[in-house]
Structure formats: structure tokens, C-alpha cells
């Protein structure tokens, strides 16, 4: 069964880090494109960070370019999202998903599985 599990989120004030990870199981991680999305109250779901097979093909939401990075250890099938320099805007629930295809998208419909989502809070 093909399941993913965010966890590491949790409160952190501006200017902190977090290393959000999302463990795959029940499918071969490497062979999809994952992604990270976010979603604030009243807003919906955006894009943040998405990596394809190979890193041929990343995203990042211009708004957390230079502060997020997107990885993944294949041995282990987790992704992670590294955020760095959190702004209270940063604050959302994060979710990991895998794609349809080997590729990167920023989009939802370009995904069919979804993890439950963890919390990220940005706060002083």
C-alpha cells in the first residue's frame, strides 16, 4: 500500500529552521517525481518545492528560493525539505506527494498520493 508520512514540523520563531521529512513506503521512491506543497488557512494549496527522477528537474516557489531545498535518500525512501530563514508566512500545514510521472510539477493534479500533512508554525 502506498503511504506518506510528513513529520518534523513543529513551532519555530523567524529566522529559524526546520527539516521537514516524509517517509515513502509501499512504492520505489525513485522512480516519481515528489513534491512539497503547503496550505495556510483560507488559501489553497500551493506548490512550495518538487524534485523529478535523477534532480534533472526541481521547483521552487519564488518565495522560498534561496531559503528551501528539496532532497531525498533513495535508500532510505524519505524526502526531505530542508526551510531555512522561516518567515511568518512560511506558516502552513506541508505535505509530501508523489507524482504521476518522473517529473517535477508544481500542481496538484499532477499528484495522486498524498501524505496527512505536518505542522509548521513561524511565530515570535
Known amino acids: 500500500q502506498v503511504q506518506l508520512v510528513e513529520s518534523g514540523g513543529g513551532l519555530v520563531q523567524p529566522g529559524g529552521s526546520l527539516r521537514l521529512s516524509c517517509a515513502a513506503s509501499g512504492f520505489t521512491l525513485d522512480a516519481y517525481g515528489i513534491g512539497w506543497f503547503r496550505q495556510a488557512p483560507g488559501k489553497e494549496r500551493e506548490g512550495v518545492s518538487c524534485m523529478g527522477v535523477g534532480d534533472g528537474n526541481t521547483y521552487y516557489v519564488d518565495s522560498v528560493k534561496g531559503r528551501f531545498t528539496i532532497s531525498r535518500d533513495n535508500v532510505t525512501n524519505t524526502v526531505y525539505l530542508q526551510m531555512n530563514s522561516l518567515k511568518p508566512e512560511d506558516t502552513a500545514v506541508y505535505y509530501c506527494?508523489?507524482?504521476?510521472?518522473?517529473?517535477?510539477?508544481?500542481?496538484?493534479?499532477?499528484?495522486?498520493?498524498w501524505g496527512q500533512g505536518t505542522q509548521v508554525t513561524v511565530s515570535s
Open positions: 506527494a508523489r507524482g504521476v510521472s518522473t517529473y517535477c510539477s508544481g500542481h496538484t493534479a499532477e499528484y495522486d498520493y
